[in-house]
Antibody
Framework: EVQLVESGGGSVQPGGSLRLSCAASGFTFSNYWMHWVRQAPGKGLVWVSRISSDRKTISYADSVKGRFTISRDNAKNTLYLQMDNLRAEDTAVYYC???????????WGQGTLLTVSS | DIQLTQSPSSVSASVGDRVTIACRASHHINIWLAWYQQKPGKAPKVLIYDASNLRSGVPSRFSGSGSGTVFTLTISSLQPEDFGTYYCQQANSFPLTFGGGTKVEIK
């Protein structure tokens, strides 16, 4: 059974940093692109970042470029999102999601909540 | 960026009703569109991918159609468990984008 389990969310002050993790199991993690998608409270879904299976291709939404860093450890079956210089508008539930060959998401984690507030 | 506009933003329908949700893209996206269902407090779940392909395990009352810039998700006979918010997502180009969502309520 495919499982994605996010962790690392919490409350942080503006300008602070946090690292999210997504532990994957039930599939060959190193074969798949992985993504982060976020959802602000009461709002819609927003794609944040992607990383290729071999870590060679990475891209970000403009809203987080230069502040967030996606990475992965295929030996540990874990996806990461390092978030720096956090802003109030980064407050959201962050989901990791497995990508498919035609860029839709077939499995999602349960999400982890980040709150940025003073 | 490709913008997706969903309509209606909400719909209230009775069990057994046919429900149709539209998604319009700001640019041509061929068939590269997916539909998701999200229930409160839960992660989204894919229903349809590549515009019209039903995800394995999803009930056949869900169907998708369209290509280019206009797409629809149809629930042929609404069931009580179909409440939630439905999102379209374009898979044509990055950044990937989602529609604003359609909230489906059961009367």
């Amino acid at each position: 059974e495919v499982q994605l389990v996010e962790s690392g969310g919490g409350s942080v002050q503006p300008g602070g940093s946090l690292r999210l993790s997504c532990a994957a199991s039930g599939f060959t993690f190193s074969n798949y692109w992985m993504h982060w998608v976020r959802q602000a409270p009461g709002k819609g879904l927003v794609w944040v970042s992607r990383i290729s299976s071999d870590r060679k291709t990475i891209s970000y939404a403009d809203s987080v470029k230069g502040r967030f860093t996606i990475s992965r450890d295929n030996a540990k079956n874990t996806l990461y999102l390092q978030m720096d210089n956090l802003r109030a508008e980064d407050t959201a539930v962050y989901y990791c999601a497995r990508g498919t060959s035609t860029w839709w998401f077939d499995y999602w984690g349960q999400g982890t909540l980040l709150t940025v507030s003073s | 960026d490709i913008q997706l506009t969903q309509s209606p933003s909400s719909v209230s329908a009775s069990v057994g009703d046919r429900v149709t949700i539209a998604c319009r893209a700001s640019h041509h996206i061929n068939i590269w569109l997916a539909w998701y269902q999200q229930k409160p407090g839960k992660a989204p779940k894919v229903l349809i991918y590549d515009a019209s392909n039903l995800r394995s395990g999803v009930p056949s009352r869900f169907s998708g159609s369209g290509s280019g810039t206009v797409f629809t998700l149809t629930i042929s006979s609404l069931q009580p468990e179909d409440f939630g918010t439905y999102y379209c997502q374009q898979a044509n180009s990055f950044p990937l984008t989602f529609g604003g969502g359609t909230k489906v309520e059961i009367k």
